[in-house]
DNA sequence: AATTTAAGTTTACGATTGTAAACAAAATAT
DNA sequence: ATATTTTGTTTACAATCGTAAACTTAAATT
């Protein structure tokens, strides 16, 4: 919970999986990402020792071969990137940030209902 | 408007000073951030110049000293890193994004009521 | 058992980044 | 005019990142 490693562009893609998947085998890592992100095997191989150095993932052998699993939750990552982004871009103003994306980004009616309705909590919270 | 160069935490920093400030010289900018910052003049002439590498950035002489100023806009630099950030974080699902920073980040009522509104115009356009 | 293959480890290399020192040129102060 | 200060330019250097090849070891195939 303390401190969580800086996590690059391309390694946040193997978080991504490991968190949804783990655990789960370099090799299955491979197959599913070197095809969609144009990465070679080798490439995807650096990205997970990079990842074990910096103590983000973990693993045990199951046989010959290693089952990958998170070490750092996707939840403080998430959190920690939402903050450095909400700085850098907004200077930490998160009106700012939800304007702009509301403006940019395209939402379903069921997805805005869903926010309008989070929007009502989180009101009614804090009265 | 077509390729936005690469801007790094720290440049990022420059940018908005000079996005608000513009025209602005560099002894200003490094007034600005280099408390603030804890950064060296030199670190900031560092940044600066390689804003204008990127083209980032422009000045005009003014007598025996440089005006900075924007190229690319503020706009277009905000959506590009909404876009990278939206992608890399939350694999482009905006309503996680929100209901994540809604979670985490406190609101005044205003803004809850102000995005509310958005919210409203938004499904309204839509139809 | 010997060879091929798969999986993990080590090394590589250029680009970018954070951090600045060193240098040059021009303006200001003495 | 000369020295000093300011401001811009060039060079530096270690860490991180994207990209992968090379090497090693263990397992699977023949």
């Known amino acids: 919970m303390g401190d969580i490693p800086r996590i690059s562009e391309a390694e ?3 978080m991504k999986l490991i968190w949804k998947s783990s655990p789960i085998t370099s090799d299955e ?3 599913s990402l070197s095809d969609k992100m144009n990465w070679s095997g080798q490439t995807v191989k650096t990205f ?5 150095k910096k103590g983000a993932i973990g693993f045990e052998k199951s046989g010959r071969n290693y089952l990958y699993h998170p070490i750092v939750s996707e939840k403080e990552c998430i959190k920690a990137e939402n903050k450095s982004f909400l700085e850098r871009v907004y200077d930490g103003t ?3 940030l939800f304007s702009n ?3 940019d ?3 379903t009616d069921k997805e805005i209902e869903k ?3 989070l929007l009502e909590e989180k009101k009614a919270e804090r009265i």
Chains 1, 2 share one sequence.
Request: hydrophobic fraction near 55%; glycine fraction near 0%.
């Open 94 to 96: 998160v009106s700012m």
């Open 48 to 52: 997970i020792n990079r990842l074990l």
């Open 101 to 103: 994306f509301l403006e």
């Open 105 to 107: 980004e395209p939402l």
């Open 115 to 117: 926010l309008q309705k």
């Open 12 to 14: 946040w893609e193997i």
């Open 29 to 31: 890592i491979i197959s």
